[in-house]
Antibody, heavy 121, light 110 residues
Framework: EVRLLESGGGLVQPGGSQRLSCAAS????????MSWVRQTPGKGLEWVSG????????YYAGSVKGRFTISRDNSKDTLYLQMNSLRAEDTAVYYC??????????????WGQGTLVTVSS | QSVLTQPPSVSAAPGQKVTISCSGS????????VSWYQQLPGTAPKLVIY???KRPSGIPDRFSGSKSATSATLGITGLQTGDEADYYC???????????FGGGTKLTVL
């Protein structure tokens, strides 16, 4: 059974940093692209970042480029999102999602339950 | 305001058919595959269509997808109350090198 378990959410001050983790199980982690998608409560989905199975090709939404860094440790089956210079508008539930294959960012067939990040003073 | 345009809401009676549109441009829908996601209240999104018209395992054939030029459509037949959810289209944008989602459509089964 595929499982994605996010952690690391919480309350952070504007300008601060937070690191999210996503522990994966039930599939060959290194064979799948992974993405982070966020959702402001009551609003729509926003793709934040994605990374290929090998970890060599990260992609970012324009709204987070230069502030967020996606990475993965295939030896630990874990995906990360380092978030710096956080702003109030980054407040959202952050989902970890699995792609259908190595470079499949748009076909997200399994999602975690999400972790809430609140940016507020 | 999303680059991919969806109607905010659609509604239909149980047993009927509904379609949800998603409009984009040549840099996204026009040259890339489209996916559709169902998000039930309080839950994570679920993939219901990928590669324009393919269904993941476990998704009933009541769900269908199509694409023409820079628009895509999700169809749901034999509507059930359990289909009430928000539906999002998604695709890769070749100019932005990023995934885009539509603004979402709330389906109400009357």
């Amino acid at each position: 059974e595929v499982r994605l378990l996010e952690s690391g959410g919480g309350l952070v001050q504007p300008g601060g940093s937070q690191r999210l983790s996503c522990a994966a199980s039930g599939f060959t982690f290194s064979s799948c692209a992974m993405s982070w998608v966020r959702q402001t409560p009551g609003k729509g989905l926003e793709w934040v970042s994605g990374i290929t199975g090998s970890g060599g090709n990260p992609y970012y939404a324009g709204s987070v480029k230069g502030r967020f860094t996606i990475s993965r440790d295939n030896s630990k089956d874990t995906l990360y999102l380092q978030m710096n210079s956080l702003r109030a508008e980054d407040t959202a539930v952050y989902y970890c999602a699995k792609g259908l294959g190595l470079g499949r960012f748009n076909e997200l067939d399994y999602w975690g339950q999400g972790t809430l990040v609140t940016v507020s003073s | 305001q999303s680059v991919l345009t969806q109607p905010p809401s659609v509604s239909a009676a149980p047993g009927q058919k509904v379609t949800i549109s998603c409009s984009g441009s040549s840099s996204n829908i026009g040259n890339n595959y489209v996916s559709w996601y169902q998000q039930l209240p309080g839950t994570a999104p679920k993939l219901v269509i990928y590669d324009n018209n393919k269904r993941p395992s476990g998704i009933p054939d009541r769900f269908s997808g199509s694409k023409s030029a820079t628009s895509a459509t999700l169809g749901i037949t034999g509507l059930q109350t359990g289909d009430e959810a928000d539906y999002y289209c998604g695709t890769w944008d070749s100019s932005l090198s990023a995934v885009l989602f539509g603004g979402g459509t709330k389906l109400t089964v009357l």
